[in-house]
């Protein structure tokens, strides 16, 4: 199975704060790999330096062989020039906390936007590709809505469209149902459990323990900056080896 995520000894601080204190993780092409940890662990930083919305201070993170946010010149990394790194963002999806949808958009038009744009896709293929989509994520009578008509569970469904219409290879959740009432979570997370049916390559920050255990192939549990432990669900979820895990999942479980 090829790596499609390779992070080595990543490092990112703001200010005096240390944020992220030399992270090692590989991510195999068609897996899930679900973040867990306390707020304040690194997690969000460390998903968001995946598609280079933070820069890193020291290391290397690749998806797919590439290289993400700078070329190498012998041992030297030089930043890549912004319209590069947005090519780049097209092949990694991102699904934030809350929805960043366009208000003004409806649903096919929030959809349609970044294949046109970015892609280049003549316009009447992008839409019939998003109509399609939104069949997938159960909103197909959405389509001419605007998202303040959305509840928020729907919102996170059409983000999660609209990250998929650029077709990437890896798409990444920061903490998706954390803005959500309770009983739409549900409905998220059925979208996301497809998408893992499917083979969707993910790195999912999230507290939904349950989901973790149905869905995860890797749970990796962050804590001050680090990855603490690592592996499969079973064994980080129901055996953690390191106490500041088994304290963790006391107060969540």
Same mark, same amino acid.
């Given at each position: 199975?090829?790596?499609?995520?390779?992070?080595?000894?990543?490092?990112?601080?703001?200010?005096?704060?240390?944020?992220?204190?030399?992270?090692?993780? !590989?991510?195999?092409?068609?897996?899930?790999? %679900?973040?867990?940890?306390?707020?304040?662990?690194?997690?969000?930083?460390?998903?968001?330096?995946?598609?280079?919305?933070?820069? =890193? $201070?020291?290391?290397?993170?690749?998806?797919?062989?590439?290289? &993400?946010? +700078?070329?190498?010149?012998?041992?030297?990394?030089?930043?890549?020039?912004?319209?590069?790194?947005?090519?780049?963002?097209?092949?990694?999806?991102?699904?934030?906390?809350?929805?960043?949808?366009?208000?003004?958009?409806? &649903?096919?038009?929030?959809?349609?936007?970044?294949? %046109?744009? /970015?892609?280049?896709?003549?316009?009447?293929?992008?839409?019939?590709?998003?109509?399609?989509?939104?069949?997938? =994520?159960?909103?197909? $009578?959405?389509?001419?809505? +605007?998202?303040?008509?959305?509840?928020?569970?729907?919102? @996170?469904?059409?983000?999660?469209?609209?990250?998929?219409?650029?077709?990437?290879?890896?798409?990444?959740?920061?903490?998706?149902?954390? /803005?959500?009432?309770?009983?739409?979570?549900?409905?998220?997370?059925?979208?996301?459990? $497809?998408?893992?049916?499917?083979?969707?390559?993910?790195?999912?920050?999230?507290?939904?323990?349950?989901?973790?255990? !149905?869905?995860? $192939?890797?749970?990796?549990?962050?804590?001050?900056?680090?990855?603490?432990? @690592?592996?499969?669900?079973?064994? %980080?979820?129901?055996?953690?080896?390191? !106490?500041?895990?088994?304290?963790?999942?006391?107060?969540?479980?």
């Amino acid at each position: 199975m090829s790596v499609m995520v390779d992070i080595r000894s990543v490092h990112k601080s703001f200010g005096s704060l240390e944020v992220l204190k030399g992270i090692d993780l !590989e991510v195999d092409t068609g897996q899930v790999t %679900v973040i867990l940890g306390p707020s304040g662990s690194g997690k969000s930083t460390l998903l968001r330096t995946i598609n280079h919305l933070e820069k =890193v $201070d020291r290391g290397a993170i690749s998806v797919d062989g590439t290289l &993400v946010g +700078y070329r190498r010149s012998g041992d030297t990394l030089h930043e890549l020039p912004e319209r590069e790194v947005l090519r780049q963002r097209t092949r990694i999806g991102f699904v934030f906390q809350n929805f960043h949808l366009f208000p003004h958009l409806t &649903v096919l038009e929030n959809i349609v936007e970044a294949p %046109v744009a /970015a892609l280049k896709r003549p316009r009447a293929d992008a839409v019939a590709a998003a109509l399609r989509l939104l069949e997938r =994520v159960g909103l197909a $009578d959405k389509a001419d809505a +605007y998202p303040g008509r959305l509840s928020g569970g729907q919102q @996170q469904r059409v983000a999660i469209a609209r990250a998929l219409a650029l077709e990437p290879r890896l798409l990444l959740f920061d903490e998706p149902t954390s /803005a959500l009432d309770p009983e739409l979570v549900g409905e998220v997370l059925d979208v996301i459990k $497809d998408l893992a049916r499917q083979g969707t390559t993910m790195i999912v920050v999230t507290h939904e323990i349950g989901f973790a255990r !149905e869905v995860a $192939d890797t749970v990796v549990f962050m804590d001050d900056g680090r990855i603490v432990e @690592q592996g499969p669900p079973a064994e %980080v979820l129901d055996r953690p080896r390191h !106490e500041r895990t088994r304290a963790f999942l006391s107060k969540v479980l």
